[in-house]
């Protein structure tokens, strides 16, 4: 093909281009002049007619808008996009023109009139950017698009929301489109009676706080079957959002219960197995969360890309050294008490306060950060319930420390060792089995589980010299109500002492609540001495 038959061809295209790109300029360019001149009505108008044109340079206009970057060249009255100048010296702002995109060069911001805005012209600018990333190609974007719209429930970006709508392919996406359409149509007075009876079961299918909010809203209408439905809808959201609420305290709960079983389940062996009351028992749950402070200190300043896993490595070191204190007391103090229970209780009193002392004066008394690791921050959802991953996963370690010392004490001779002295100490050492050598492991193992709960505890509570004190008295009571030395009972006991303290939270307060909880425990312990799960022996018995 000869040149003159390819230009033949191409100029009527490229003459086509151009008209049509100028076509474009002019149309925006109109669209951008409405929006800088007039009163604030004026500009309010331009705006939704800037966000429903589909133009691709309406969304960066109406952010500059939105944040003050808009301005009036007064040498020629373009408008311009003004930003700080990295290179155009002190008092320059950088210019690009609002329709092309172009550089536009700099300029003093004396030498530009401002487009101002006021709080009504920015909530209509939030309801228009809400409406133009509807087309986004980022799903969250478009996600929370919807969500806005649904909140802002803005009649002008109904028409944007249809084509959205019609092209969403996201099933998820497409249902908060739809939610959000309805919630835009019973607020919006043009709409028909049979319109908004459709969008009020829409709305209430969603049931939570925000579709109640909307109904609430819709109640308010004149037509009479309207007002009833959405009156009916607003009321089936309140129960299934009160059904929700009692959820969440069961998980609340549970997740309480898991905390209690971690720093309780040490001292049911120690208490269980040699009868120790030992209140410094809150000081081995300290020492775990001081040693995962530490080992976070030490990958910060020698291996911070190990930070991730801070938690983890912090968690046999902290055994080992809740462990080995603990077989230090045995030895020490606790092996000259046995049998001598009130004593050994004034004892590891004054313990717990050398110990929390020592803390304070390596440490210092303030609290101490311990950060969590990002595999342990944020939530997700299951219908309105909200599940904190931190908690989740204290939920699931508390379970695992549960499984392996009930794999210890029933398949390991340690284990058997202990149930053996548990249940008959006298027996157990006539027929050959180290009492002491028991008494110190086991000692140490309670006090090592307790270091493991303090690592746990470092993520949800404040690293302090008092940090055991919240828990030890909450200990005992679990113990004492599962079933002295019963694992299986301190897993029950934990578990429903702290439901039952989270759904009397909001009636009582947790102050009162906590003592409802004791006047129960001690009122059952009168019917039940020896707990939920008494232990069997000759001993025990």
Do not use: C
Not at 130 to 154: C, H, N, Y
Not at 290 to 303: G, I, K, N, P
């Amino acid at each position: 093909m000869s040149q003159k038959r390819l230009l033949a061809w191409l100029l009527p295209f490229l003459a086509i281009v151009a008209v049509a790109g100028s076509a474009f300029a002019a149309d925006l360019g109109s669209l951008v002049t409405n929006l800088v001149t007039g009163g604030y009505s004026e500009r309010d108008d331009a705006i939704k007619a800037l966000a429903t044109s589909g133009e691709a340079r309406a969304a960066p206009i109406l952010q500059a808008l939105s944040a003050g970057d808009l301005y009036v060249r007064n040498s020629d009255k373009l408008v311009v996009i003004g930003k700080v100048s990295a290179s155009g010296g002190s008092g320059k702002l950088a210019l690009t023109d609002a329709v092309t995109g172009k550089d536009a060069g700099t300029a003093a911001e004396d030498d530009l009139d401002k487009v101002k805005v006021n709080n009504r012209l920015r909530g209509t600018i939030d309801a228009a950017m809400g409406s133009l990333t509807l087309m986004s190609p980022d799903p969250k974007v478009r996600r929370q698009a919807a969500e806005s719209l649904f909140t802002r429930r803005d009649a002008s970006a109904l028409a944007a929301l249809e084509p959205a709508l019609a092209a969403e392919k996201d099933d998820s996406i497409k249902r908060s489109m739809i939610e959000a359409r309805a919630a835009i149509v019973l607020t919006t007075p043009d709409t028909t009676p049979a319109q908004k009876l459709a969008a009020v079961a829409v709305v209430r299918d969603r049931g939570d706080r925000d579709a109640m909010a909307v109904l609430q809203a819709a109640a308010q209408s004149t037509n009479g079957e309207v007002k009833a439905a959405a009156l009916a809808g607003a009321e089936s959201v309140r129960n299934t959002l009160q059904a929700w609420t009692q959820a969440q305290n069961v998980w609340y709960g549970i997740s309480l219960g898991s905390v209690l079983l971690l720093a309780a389940i040490g001292l049911a062996i120690t208490f269980g197995t040699m009868g120790v009351i030992n209140m410094a028992h809150g000081e081995m749950v300290m020492l775990g969360a001081y040693t995962t402070f530490v080992v976070q200190q030490a990958l910060r300043s020698y291996a911070p890309g190990l930070n991730e896993i801070s938690v983890i490595i912090a968690l046999p070191l902290a055994f080992l050294v809740s462990g080995a204190v603990g077989v230090l007391i045995e030895r020490t103090i606790i092996r000259f008490l046995y049998g001598r229970s009130l004593d050994t209780l004034l004892a590891t009193w004054g313990l717990s306060l050398v110990l929390q002392q020592a803390v304070r004066s390596i440490f210092g008394p303030t609290n101490r950060e311990v950060s969590s690791p990002s595999w342990m921050s944020g939530s997700f959802h299951v219908g309105q319930l909200d599940v904190t991953y931190g908690r989740l996963w204290i939920i699931v370690f508390a379970l695992l420390v549960f499984a392996a010392l009930l794999l210890l004490l029933r398949k390991t001779p340690l284990g058997l060792y202990m149930r053996a002295v548990t249940q008959n100490r006298p027996m157990a050492a006539a027929v050959g089995i180290r009492t002491p050598r028991v008494d110190a492991l086991t000692f140490g193992l309670g006090s090592g589980i307790a270091g493991l709960a303090g690592v746990a505890l470092s993520q949800i509570d404040n690293v302090s010299p008092n940090l055991g004190q919240g828990y030890i008295i909450d200990s005992f009571m679990v113990v004492v109500f599962g079933g002295v030395g019963n694992l299986f009972g301190t897993l029950v006991g934990a578990t429903a002492l702290g439901i039952v303290n989270k759904f009397l939270e909001p009636y009582a307060g947790a102050v009162l609540g906590k003592i409802l909880v004791l006047v129960f425990i001690i009122l059952f312990i009168q019917r039940r001495p020896r707990g939920l799960f008494a232990l069997k022996g000759r001993s025990v018995e």
